[in-house]
């Protein structure tokens, strides 16, 4: 199975108005993020915890619910504050990663190719945990990637935590 952004919603000189990073009802994750998502890992499932899940910590020692608090992520948050004048949440940062890992410099996208983003962000996040393998780039540069294995599942609240703990060691790789 290959993982990779859809050839007619490339962005270009002349990508349509972008508009912020929008969030669901719950404000958790945008209908891009949720689709990405449930590529990679399936759907979530309500309420589906399995005893290895129970009792995560953050790297700093919190408990998993509370990553919000880690000081790791909050250290990113400010991060990027510091250098787009803006707190991100995670959408924001996870569009921030595909917009680095595909090299794009127009910064105005379509709602798909903000999904196209994230998705990258999300395999590139994942490849780092195994989950994923990087196949190279097409002839426009975007980056493509093959699915190794499925998470299982995972209520959307570990997703998000996850992604976090992926985004935290981004931003900290050397």
Same mark, same amino acid.
């Given at each position: 199975?290959?993982?990779?952004? @859809? ?14 990073? $929008?969030?669901?009802?719950? %404000?958790?994750?945008?209908? &891009? ?13 309500? /309420? ?21 608090? +880690?000081? @790791?992520?909050? @250290? ?8 787009? %004048?803006? !707190?991100? /949440? ?10 680095? &890992?595909? %090299?794009?410099? /127009? ?6 190719? !903000?999904? +196209? ?9 994942? $490849? ?9 780039? +097409? &002839?426009? %540069? ?15 609240? $570990?997703? &998000? ?14």
């Amino acid at each position: 199975m290959s993982a990779s952004p @859809a050839s007619d919603a490339r962005p270009n000189a002349s990508s349509g108005a972008g508009s912020p990073v $929008e969030q669901d009802a719950s %404000g958790v994750f945008s209908p &891009e993020a949720k689709a990405a998502l449930e590529n990679a890992m399936g759907a979530p499932q309500p /309420d589906a915890r399995t005893p290895a899940d129970a009792g995560l910590q953050t790297e700093s020692g919190l408990p998993a619910e509370l990553i919000d608090f +880690d000081p @790791a992520w909050i @250290a990113v948050q400010r991060q990027v504050q510091a250098a787009y %004048g803006k !707190k991100p /949440d995670l959408n924001a940062l996870l569009l921030l990663i595909g917009v680095q &890992e595909t %090299g794009l410099t /127009d910064l105005r996208f379509t709602k798909e190719q !903000k999904q +196209d983003l994230m998705h990258v962000a999300v395999c590139t996040l994942l $490849e780092a945990e195994g989950h994923y393998r990087s196949l190279g780039r +097409d &002839e426009d %540069g975007w980056p493509h990637f093959e699915s190794l294995d499925r998470l299982g599942p995972m209520t959307i609240q $570990e997703q &998000e935590i996850l992604l976090k703990r992926c985004v935290i060691r981004y931003f900290n790789a050397p």
